[in-house]
């Protein structure tokens, strides 16, 4: 993906400027607060593959009041890198991994964030909370989802 490309650039042109990483709760709190709205303005594209089974676009309608379109990942990275205006994709970005142990099992897993980016200039509009991929938070996008984005909710 060129956003996480483009990210992770930000992220370490930042670290050079102030000498110091940025604090991730902050951030994304003031990424929420500020650039939210503006996710309004914008056709939101959604990658299909990526949605529980049992949403439907009615589901997705009675939660967010954006404009929206159901549309396949080669859609979202097409829309993204041609920087279309008016629309921005929801991204699944793995960040990290979360390693669970027990007395006899020990997992390993993967870490995501959710983001909505802007496909024109590159911005992050909404993001939202770490979920990790596993039987109780995966790396799916769920109905409730789409209500905290309404909401501008960063958790």
Do not use: H
């Amino acid at each position: 993906f060129a956003f996480a490309v483009q990210a992770m650039q930000a992220n370490i042109k930042n670290i050079i400027k102030t000498s110091k990483p940025i604090n991730f709760e902050d951030w994304a709190k003031t990424i929420c607060e500020t650039n939210c709205g503006l996710l309004k303005s914008k056709t939101l594209l959604v990658d299909k593959a990526k949605m529980k089974e049992k949403i439907t676009e009615s589901d997705i309608k009675s939660d967010y009041e954006g404009k929206f379109r159901v549309a396949t990942a080669d859609d979202l990275d097409k829309s993204y890198t041609a920087q279309t205006k008016g629309e921005a994709v929801l991204f699944l970005i793995p960040f990290g991994l979360m390693k669970t142990s027990g007395s006899i099992l020990s997992t390993t897993r993967l870490c995501f964030l959710k983001v909505a980016a802007d496909c024109e200039t590159g911005e992050i509009l909404y993001i939202y909370e770490p979920g990790a991929i596993g039987s109780f938070l995966d790396d799916t996008i769920r109905e409730s989802d789409f209500k905290k984005m309404k909401d501008c909710k960063l958790k």
